[in-house]
């Protein structure tokens, strides 16, 4: 299940509401003179969780009895709910009681809602629903009287009209993308449409140009926006092309630098890097929207290591390392973005080891805010400070107004290792300091190592630097180095607190020390958008103090041994085993 919206409910404006109502009377029943192939990835599970009773949306449980439950109180949740993802989830089941089900949520949708009524009518989500109707338009057909299937031409006609006035005045960035596909993809699909599909295909390649940077990123920062936006274009390719017509040559310049930039965002695990709000992406996503892009493009780019969208990525062997090395999006997404300046992580082959704790938008205003601080990423903070300062009080007001000016990033590459030095000065105005970190990964990506500094220089900063310690009476300014880990594998401190072993579930063993300070191992959590609670994990700490205009750790993270080239993981999930909620 692909879903477009992370930001919470998309606004539905006053002309939105009033163009859907105007438009809603007198639609005539159109005629389906095509239908885009589905292109989302369903979940078997989901499909019959969702039969059962269970929609899971974006971390939040809300149960059905026979129908599809429209109401949610998480803004991300009712979006998914109004825009139909859920089709993609009941089609992997594919049975009878899954399009009956299907064909019930849409009749009552339309009923309920179809006339402008309700949260669904942000022009965004109305291209989300019409692509997700229009791609399971047989199966929502089948086997349906011609009342019900006049009533969903209808429908399908006005949403298209609906999407031809307001399209243009969605919110920038994904929204009006997606908007702009839903009306593409109409006008592919609807008898009497044709004329508008050139003029919205140039549409759409204007706001994927405006959205998508030089180097292929997007101003939010959060690669799994990117990655959104990168499947949409890929349907809006295929979709075309099933047409007989070939994609604009600018929009194929732009799937290639989005595939580069994601390429240095995926970890050797294949998923992506989880900052800014996003995770790792849907289970496939990402491997077959750039098969889509690599059939296009006989001698597609590889990435191994390099910056994209403010991210430094270090790749060698089986392993590699993500890091953030840039100032978060204050303007581009405030509410959405964290103090994760410098974190970074870790993946080796199959399996995640050094992580962010997540997003926990999904989880309720403490889960987000939490999850935003700087201790709830794999950098050092400050005791009681983030990197960037918060304002607000909930979910909808908790903006990031200020953090880092200054970010530090040089590529340092010898015959035997790749190398990246960072800074940062978020810390500079509230205590005098500046961040800079070292990260050496060894050229088989057997080590990594690193050196941590607060370095507090020039006179303004250490005035201030003085000022804060003379508050601590000489005991030095509190700091922690926190390196959170994920939940499946098993960590354990050893050789008398001076080292961790971390037991990967392939069975790799990696060992963590650090200049012979004393480690401890705390709590932690790993969040998702699609689990209901977090999961419980653990974080290595380093609890030091800084009581001179310099503090320096040096830490090494190595493999115990070396890893067999046959290595595979001991233990396999089983894809259509339905998780417990």
Known sequence: ????????????????????????????????????????????????QMLAGNFVMAGELV???????FQASSGVAVDALHGFDWLDDLAAVGDVNARKL?????????????????????????????????????????????????????????????????AGHAAQGLPRITAHAGLLFAALSLEGWERRIDPTAKALIADCDRQIGSDGGVATRSPEDLLHIFVLMTWVVQTLQDRGRPADARLLGLLGRVATALRVLRHADGGLARFHGGGRGNEGDLLA?????????PAPAKATAGQVMGFARLSA??????????????GAAPARAHASTLAFELT?????VVVSCGDGTSLGVDWQRASRASASHSTLSIDGYSSARFTGTDRNRLKLTDGPRNVGCEFRHTSYSRAVALSHDGYLDTHGLEHTRFLDLSADGRVLSGEDMLISGGR?????????????RGAGIAYSLRFHLHPEVDASVDMNGTAVSIVLRSGEIWVFRADGHTLTLAPSVYLEKARLKPRASLQIMLSLRAQDYTSQVNWVLAKAQDTPIALRDTVQENPLAVPDL
């Open 1 to 48: 299940m692909t879903q477009f919206s992370k930001t919470g409910t998309s606004p539905v404006s006053v002309l939105d509401r009033l163009a859907a109502r105007l438009l809603a009377r007198g639609q005539p029943v159109t005629a389906l003179i095509a239908h885009p192939q589905p292109r989302g990835t369903g979940q078997f599970a989901r499909g019959k």
């Open 63 to 69: 149960k059905a009895d026979g129908t599809v439950p």
């Open 102 to 166: 299907a064909q019930t949520g849409l009749a009552d949708w339309v009923a309920r809602y179809g006339r402008g009524r309700g949260p669904g009518w942000g022009a965004g989500v109305a291209g989300r629903r019409l692509m997700n109707w229009l791609t399971h338009a047989v199966m929502l057909m089948q086997g349906q009287e011609k009342p019900f299937q006049d009533r969903f031409l209808r429908a399908l006609a006005h949403h298209a009209a609906f999407l031809a006035r307001r």
């Open 289 to 297: 929207a750039l098969a889509v892009h690599d059939a296009l493009n």
């Open 317 to 330: 062997g089986r392993s590699s390392v993500i890091v953030d090395a840039a100032p978060p999006p204050v």
């Open 348 to 352: 080796s082959n199959r399996r995640p």
């Open 460 to 472: 303004a900063a250490r005035k201030r630097f003085d000022d804060v310690l003379a508050r601590t």
